[in-house]
């Protein structure tokens, strides 16, 4: 075991590429009380998973600030823009930041916005090069012969995935209800209950309900996507 883990190549870097990371917590790092003039704006940690980030550098963040109409009930995304104030890697200051690891990004975003994890799920990379937006999305899917964790032996059979059905998914750092709304053997149409920043070929993971918990049956991989949901 411990010569085959010593085997795994180490992965390719793209370092020339547009900044492309992933949040999975925010903070708001002011005490109560703090004065404006020593106000500083939220934090964002993750990981970067290509190109680089340099202190100064414009940056994008989506699906940014989701709102809710109160007279059409239609839910909207504004990108947020803000500009790298610091970079951190544990206890060290940053100047730069490759992929891989841990990095907090300290920014001029409003702390009420990275408050609590609010900005889990969201992407940060260079304005103008941002991947796009997503409401509903078509995905080859592939499912497993069984439910993990159990014996081969059990009747754990996975049924393929069926229309009107609702699964959890998982894309990057978001987790969010999908309703399938078409199949077509391994292809589906699944519409999301919120906005969700993804590319075209990013890969995802489907979960359904089974005895009051969502278990793992497969997995998918985005071949389009639609900021509105579509009609079948």
Not at 61 to 78: A, E, F, L, Y
Not at 83 to 100: E, S
Not at 118 to 147: A, Q, S, W, Y
Not at 200 to 208: A, N, T
Request: charged share 25%; aromatic share 6%.
């Amino acid at each position: 075991m411990v010569d085959y883990l010593c085997r795994i190549p180490i992965p390719t870097r793209q370092f020339t590429v547009p900044p492309y990371m992933i949040v999975i917590r925010s903070f708001d790092v002011n005490k109560p009380g703090e004065d404006a003039e020593t106000l500083k704006g939220g934090v964002a940690g993750g990981t970067i998973l290509k190109g680089c980030l340099k202190v100064g550098d414009e940056i994008a963040i989506r699906p940014g600030k989701v709102t809710k109409s109160q007279r059409t009930g239609k839910t909207s995304w504004t990108e947020i823009k803000s500009v790298v104030m610091t970079l951190k890697a544990d206890h060290n200051h940053l100047m730069y930041a490759i992929p891989g690891g841990l990095i907090a990004v300290g920014t001029k975003v409003d702390p009420q916005f990275t408050r609590s994890d609010n900005m889990v799920g969201c992407i940060i990379g260079h304005k103008g090069c941002m991947p796009e937006v997503f409401l509903e999305i078509d995905v080859k899917t592939t499912i497993l012969k069984r439910v993990v964790g159990t014996r081969k032996d059990s009747n754990n059979k996975i049924e393929n995935i069926q229309e009107n059905e609702m699964l959890l998914i998982n894309i990057g750092s978001t987790s969010c209800g999908g309703n399938v709304v078409r199949v077509n053997g391994k292809q589906a149409r699944i519409t999301l209950t919120k906005f969700v920043c993804a590319e075209i070929g990013d890969k995802i993971s489907l979960s359904r309900k089974m005895d009051r918990n969502f278990r793992l049956i497969g997995w998918g991989e985005i071949e389009a996507g639609y900021e509105e949901a579509n009609p079948k």
